[in-house]
């Protein structure tokens, strides 16, 4: 069973850094763009930040020159290192990553993660 387990998440300060890593598990052929998009409550999903396996990487305005994504594709993980968090950024973050789970198919299907919860207050 394919899946994708996020962790990292938690309480900090306004100002203040966390680092939510994400890693994918199962019978994986092959692993395409990954990114972790947010929702805070009342709000749309809306994109944090993508990585595809060569290229460059994309951010979403808000947390351009405070987030930086990256990925280690031999153990099948992105991470998303957040600094000089906001109030505004509290949110529950998912991973998302696209997954080729047959050998024999070049399709490549879009996985998310369960969610976690990162809250930025004092």
């Known amino acids: 069973q394919v899946q994708l387990v996020e962790s990292g998440g938690g309480l900090v300060q306004p100002g203040g850094s966390l680092r939510l890593s994400c890693a994918a598990s199962g019978t994986i052929f092959g692993i395409s763009v990954m990114g972790w998009y947010r929702q805070a409550p009342g709000k749309e999903r809306e994109l944090v930040a993508t990585i595809p396996s060569t290229g460059s990487t994309n951010y979403g305005d808000s947390v351009k020159g405070r987030f930086t994504i990256s990925r280690d594709s031999a153990q099948k993980k992105v991470y998303l290192q957040m600094d000089s968090l906001k109030p505004e950024d509290t949110a529950v973050y998912y991973c998302?990553?696209?997954?080729?789970?047959?050998?024999?198919?070049?399709?490549?299907?879009?996985?998310w993660g369960q969610g976690t919860q990162v809250t930025v207050s004092s």
């Open positions: 998302n990553a696209y997954l080729k789970p047959l050998r024999y198919s070049s399709t490549y299907y879009p996985y």
